[in-house]
């Protein structure tokens, strides 16, 4: 096949008319080829079209899925991947969780009529600590205290929302919160718009955030603390899931400021706390790696 060298006047910023361009190309020069006639010139054309009109035809009668060409499969195989949501229930052995598998199975868990306020399939976002099996200490302890309808409530840590939710079970109120994750202050607000509870939430370190004045006078304050550890680097761990003993020591500076007198402190954490812990009536109760404080302020 012969390429002409000729400029092609559509490729250039000269748009000149098809007819000027069939013009030139019937004044190009034509030695050592045959003239067409003109019939000859009609007829072959429009074989061609046809042939070439007969395989398109063709090609478009193929019966051709789109989807196929991605190997798409329906319905979509993500629908038994892996999903980061959570389950929360209250029953009669307490509190209890498991991680939800995959969509599939958080469909079914949706799809289920639920006890009235017992049970509820909660988002987990990045970076924020999900609820363990291990803290089922902490969690019974909030649904055996002595929170009674309306009290006032403080979380601190709150994560997904998931002890907010336990708290709320009790005082039927709006719950304050302090995180210092603003992304779980997002995940606990999702939690209590599913969950169908108020949270009250402000974004800081519980040691030295500025609270509103009705951040106080407490009847409970609830923390499922990050655990202390001997010899911890505390800059060395993400997310504040751990303590060298700075945060529980600020977080007991401020607690008197927080509790009403006659009100109660619930945190977990480990045996290690016990040794910054000294206040008289502190009761205690050990889990798996971990320690319950009840922590009464007379």
């Known amino acids: 096949m012969k390429v002409s060298d000729e400029p092609d006047p559509s490729a250039s910023g000269d748009h000149g008319s098809v007819r000027g361009h069939a013009e030139q190309t019937r004044k190009r020069p034509t030695s050592g080829m045959k003239r067409i006639g003109i019939g000859q010139g009609v007829v072959r054309p429009l074989i061609l079209g046809m042939l070439l009109g007969g395989l398109g035809a063709t090609w478009l009668s193929i019966d051709v899925d789109p989807w196929s060409v991605n190997q798409h499969t329906w319905p979509p195989g993500e629908i038994n991947s892996a999903c980061n949501w959570q389950y929360l229930k209250v029953d009669e052995d307490g509190w209890s969780t498991h991680s939800i598998d995959s969509y599939q199975d958080l469909d079914t868990i949706l799809g289920r009529p639920a006890p009235s306020g017992k049970s509820v399939a909660i988002p987990i976002f990045p970076s924020v600590y999900h609820p363990l099996l291990d803290d089922k200490l902490y969690y019974d302890a909030i649904l055996e205290s002595d929170i009674e309808p309306g009290d006032k409530v403080l979380v601190i840590g709150t994560g997904s929302g998931a002890d907010s939710w336990a708290a709320s079970l009790k005082s039927q109120s709006l719950v304050y919160v302090v995180e210092i994750n603003p992304l779980a202050v997002a995940n606990a607000r999702a939690t209590a718009r599913i969950a169908g509870f108020e949270i009250k939430p402000i974004v800081g370190d519980i040691r030295q955030v500025e609270l509103p004045d009705d951040f106080s006078e407490f009847d409970f304050v609830l923390w499922n603390m990050p ?28 607690l008197p400021s927080l509790v009403k007198k006659g009100g109660t402190t619930i945190v977990l954490n480990t045996a290690a706390a016990g040794k910054y812990i000294h206040a008289p009536g502190v009761t205690t109760k050990e889990g798996r790696g971990c320690m319950l404080f009840v922590i009464p302020n007379p």
């Not at 010899?231 to 899931?241: G, L, P, R, T, V």
């Open 227 to 254: 655990y202390l550890w001997d010899n911890y680097n505390i800059e060395s761990m993400a997310f504040h899931d751990g303590d060298d003993g700075s945060i529980l020591k600020g977080f007991l500076k401020r």
